[in-house]
């Protein structure tokens, strides 16, 4: 029996690693994405292809990262250990895999539609959303944990939101051929092109909506809690099979609602004159108030940013 419990840190361990496992990969992709090209246009197919493969494993860290922390606390393993491994690896997934992603996309595309950038200047907006990222991480290993989890709202755009809005974008400019409803194929194209020229730029208003003040709702301790029953299984059911059927656009709409959803909220706070009830007070490094404890603990799913 004593084996068998110094074995079950191990799983929750192995979920984190995972989470770090697709954040390099998706790396790997977009790198492999650069040498695959065939100079076919900003929508060459390989490049697609394989950039589209990174997004996918970036949602994979995110599913592993929303469940890592869930298995330490039912194996009754958490530690500060697993907080820490938590942290690095979310760093990787959803601060330097993005960015750089994003990065590539938009330096390839602008060389196939024969516009001018600046290489540097390009280098640097995507580096803001990876020190965005890193500050939010650095915020929560300088804090205790907060004993009140019933509150609903983090300060700041979570970093995995973040992520996976910049992974939507990518999916709407790589995937979306066809016609989306009533907008025509033309109407399609054109507002790819157009994303795809902004993709620096949304990485550095999501840069700052992670460091910022602005509220944004806890998915998981809001709608799903701590006991799952068969409406919240069947709300995650419809979702998730929404991300898998209509992911080309569906994600990016869903993500970028929230993010907006997050700037209504604390523009009707002030209009009231209202104060936000955040679920972590704000600590003194770099000023700023409010702060949700996320990105990091195997030990305590409660306060993780995932969207699940």
């Known amino acids: 029996m004593k084996k068998k419990n110094r074995l079950i840190p191990i799983i929750p361990a192995a979920f984190t690693l995972a989470n770090l496992l697709c954040g390099f990969v998706a790396m790997a992709k977009a790198a492999d994405a650069l040498q695959a090209s065939r100079g076919a246009g900003p929508f060459d197919q390989e490049f697609s292809r394989l950039i589209l493969h990174g997004c996918w494993f970036i949602i994979a860290g995110m599913i592993f990262d929303g469940l890592d922390g869930r298995i330490a606390r039912l194996t009754h393993q958490t530690s500060p250990f697993g907080a820490m491994l938590d942290s690095l690896s979310d760093m990787v997934t959803f601060g330097m895999a993005p960015a750089f992603m994003a990065k590539v996309a938009y330096e390839h595309g602008m060389r196939e539609m024969g516009l001018v950038y600046r290489p ?45 809005t910049l992974m939507g974008a990518l999916f709407f400019i790589f995937e979306s051929h066809t016609e989306l409803g009533m907008i025509s194929a033309e ?51 419809v979702f998730f099979m929404a991300i898998a059927i209509f992911h080309e656009w569906f994600l990016f709409a869903a993500s970028l609602t929230y993010v907006l959803g997050g700037m209504w909220m604390a523009w009707r706070a002030k209009s009231k004159g209202t104060k936000v009830d955040y679920e972590f007070p704000a600590p003194s490094t770099f000023g700023l108030d409010g702060d949700d404890g996320d990105d990091g603990d195997d030990g305590d799913d409660d306060i993780k940013d995932t969207l699940t």
């Open 120 to 164: 540097p200047v390009v280098t640097l907006l995507c580096a803001l959303f990876v020190m965005a990222a890193a500050l939010r991480l650095a915020r929560f290993t300088v804090m205790k944990k907060d004993e009140n989890l019933g509150v609903n709202t983090f300060a700041g755009l979570p970093s995995p939101a973040a992520a996976v």
């Open 187 to 237: 109407t399609t194209q054109t507002l790819r092109e157009l994303l795809l020229r902004g993709l620096p730029g949304v990485a550095v208003i999501l840069g700052l909506l992670m460091v910022s003040k602005v509220p944004y709702v806890h998915l998981s301790n809001k709608y799903i809690g701590h006991r799952v029953g068969p409406g919240t299984v069947i709300r995650l059911a």
